[in-house]
């Protein structure tokens, strides 16, 4: 038995409203303009048999399965390729038209093997229906056919599907899924008549081809052509569960397919708000970290960090990390300990661990992993546009006329949003590329950016004030705009500041290294083309004037009257899945939910009130505070929900430093991640799959995440949480997830209007979703901005401090590659590792002949904080004096050479400006040394827990 | 909390905000960013820097200004 399948009306939807009126087996049907008669006919209930139609691609009529009879007409047309007309009158049911479809399906199955029963996609293949469907009989030429190959002529080179040329029907839909869903253009058809055949790249194998394994084409085959390998494996799946992936800030939908607890594959949901049926590498295939053997189920203590693992229950494990916070508040302060939320986590999740720290620990002494990376832009455009939040939803790209594209590289780090980006510029937008390093973006196929200003890594402010410049200077200010929505003295200041020489491009010229000409073109591009909208990523925040910078692209967006309709906007592209719910939740020391500071009275009066214990009225530790503060002995204790701060933050030996003066670190995770080698207890973490709750995307899109699977450890995060609390003498009482949302929503004004209940019949909500917008809120600042006027910000450049100098020449800017994921934790343990298995140096030819560095060396990397050393790759991507790494793996120490420089208003580490020395050297670095003794010392003591479990 | 790591960042700060031509709103404007974000103990930190005459000497004067609405009233 195998699912029941979407239905496919076989082409796209047409926007509009119903007004072609026609008649499709004598039923009167009605549709909008450029609708085919096959999509009118499946909506109208009479299914026209096809193969080479989808309804997530273009109609391509090559099958002629889909032939139908109109009236008046002479043959018999596609169905998939005939749009609607007034008063037309079709036929899809005749004898002819069923003879000649029994003829097509015997042309396909003469040349098809009939070996349906051992197929592993039998019952789930439309070559099988179809032949039901035109009731195939017999077939005259035989079942001889030239293209029954042998095993080996299959390509098995993806680790995550296979490709078995034997199946394949050459209805291109694999090809056109490539090219309009994904824009990678991997595959062509190559040869003619019966030796047509898929052909990845040039006539490579799939692994060795541009092929970026987002499993569109998987998704679009109609027959076992291309049929994941866990689904060849297992068998196909009882159920499907629609749930929210976990991995980047896209938060695409997926259905989970299951056999008992098994997930047997995660397939796109065509209704998925954020995604419409795509997705990529990481979401659709790489999940097998769920069930890793390197997943710890058992809580574990130990009373140093020197010491082995002991195995224990769950209440042994939470009385003993409650005793010991108390004992060091006890001893050192109610201050001296604090918590850390997860974006990984879902909003309930995020939401009870700082409701814990508020109310257990008595302080506000929270953060999240936000703080290093999109932290700015919650300042930034709360300061400017009055809401911490991008301003669109991701499907507004595609009004847009011209797109700028600042500091992200979003077909690697949101793939899914990346192939919309591609879609929207091969319709002909417009786009700019402001990045130190030439992205794939900057040139791919069919996609070519008019303007890359490739700028000096630090300097995006002298870029910003310079466009900003040109705006102003060359009369291209949005006046009635600007007059009407933002504050009038704030904007006069802003214009006279940005006018000054010093921020002509001219001057930035000197600073950028991108030519005024250029910046200036770019500027007149971007204000004068139409819809004009900013995305923009880490290249921005992660800088010492991260906030600036984002104030400086709001500042654009209002001076050009783009934002507060589709099309337009400011949108950050938040790094994690929950990174923006983690914010909204009020895991930041200074905020309660919704963006509420703590030293408002009368919002703590209304979290007192409902929590039933007093609010510190001032801000707490930001992580960075809290390494401080625990090297000066006043902070000794953290719990740390599902972040690895060891290996993702900067400056690791002195995260090292600060970690190893704690008194009882608590890690609740998946895996014995770099920080747990310095906890002292470990609570095991679930995964997605084992929890129902919500996430909330860079979109501000809240879906449902649901339980796939019951949690390996007996406890998903929010009841590991709840019972740390109980622990500590704070009871919360919550039986379900959706009870957590129910008080979030009670005490959160922009989640007033969300339930599971609004989640389940409209599948995602945007917030704001209250009484003013109880559908949700796809575009924000409609109208008016959330505070009232736009306030233009005043943005001095302030060169960053870590310069270069002759002892440390270079600037590292470090950034994330597709098939890996942040710290890797989750894609280093599945077949991502294909792909990247080490992370590399990239740097110029320039400067590698300079240094005698050759493709694949060992090179050291020396900064003024430490020294790692990795393999290089001699590109051109990079420009001379400027070198790239990725940080996956936690041995290439990345952030050994990292420093602790941070952005004026959040702390936001400055990932993204490293000045460093690079030489050729032969073995690794001292700290890598140390790094692998640890590492295995670390193990050692894991193996006594392990192996205890009888 | 290490000294030179909160003036440091204070300084930042004041680089950031001093670009307010209005000096008076941009001392306010400090004053209420350390005490929005910073927590108590890092203030403290900076307040007693700023009496050290080392710590006085390499503060900004904007970071100095805005320090005197931080003191606790005697």
Known sequence: MSLPRETDFGTPACDGEPSVSLLIDGQPVCVPAGTSIMRAAGQSGCAIPKLCATDSLEPFGSCRLCLVEVEGRKGYPASCTTPVEAGMVVRTQTPKLADLRRNVMELYISDHPLDCLTCPTNGNCELQDMAGVVGLREVRYGFKGDNHFTDACKDESNPYFSYDPAKCIVCNRCVRACEETQGTFALTISGRGFDSRVSPGQSESFMDSECVSCGACVNACPTATLTEKSVIQLGQAECSVTTTCAYCGVGCSFKAEVKGNQVVRMVPAKDGGANAGHACVKGRFAWGYATHADRITTPMIRPSVDAPWQKVSWDEALTYAAGEFKRIQAKYGRGAVGGITSSRCTNEETYLVQKLVRTAFGNNNVDTCARVCHSPTGYGLKQTLGESAGTQDFASVLQADVVVVMGANPTDGHPVFGSLLKKRIRQGAKLIVIDPRAIDLVRSPHVAAAHHLKLLPGTNVAMVNALAHTIVTEGLVADAYVAERCEGPAFEAWREFVSRPDNSPEAAEGITGVPAAEIRAAARLYASAGNGAIYYGLGVTEHSQGSTTVMGIANLAMVTGNVGRPGVGVNPLRGQNNVQGSCDMGSFPHELPGYRHVSDATTRALFEDAWKVRIDPEPGLRIPNMFEAALDGSFK????QGEDIVQSDPNTQHVEAAMAQMECVVVQDLFLNETAKWAHVFLPGSSFLEKDGTFTNAERRISRVRKVMPPLAGKADWEATLALADALGYPMHYSHPSEIMAE???LTPSFHGVTYDLLESKGSIQWPCNEAAPEGTPTMHVGGFIRGKGRFM?????????????????ILTTGRILSQY?????????????????DRLEIHPVDAEDRGIREGDWVGIASRA????????V?????????????????????????DNSDWATNCPEYKVTAVQVTLCAQPSEWQQRFATRREQQQGFLKPATTDAG | MNSDYVLRMANQIGDAL?????????????????????????????????????GAARLSPLVHRALTSLRPSP
């Open chain 1, 866 to 873: 430490g020294e790692t050393v990795l393999r290089a790759t």
């Open chain 1, 744 to 746: 979030i929503a009670r």
């Open chain 1, 794 to 810: 005043l943005t001095p450049f302030v060169p960053t401090t870590e310069k270069v100098t002759r002892r440390f020449p270079l």
């Open chain 1, 875 to 899: 590109t051109e991507r990079v420009q001379p004096g400027v070198v790239y790494t990725t940080f996956h793996f936690p041995e290439s120490g990345a952030n050994v050479i990292t420093t």
């Open chain 1, 822 to 838: 942040n710290v890797g934790a989750q894609t280093r343990r599945t077949a991502n590792v294909a792909w990247h298995d080490e």
């Open chain 2, 18 to 54: 001093g670009i307010n031509p209005d000096q008076d709103q941009a001392v306010r404007d400090l004053a209420d960013h350390l005490k929005r974000f910073w927590e108590p103990r890092m203030r403290g930190a900076l307040l007693t820097l700023a009496d050290t005459p080392d």
């Open chain 1, 637 to 640: 204790g953290i719990y740390i």
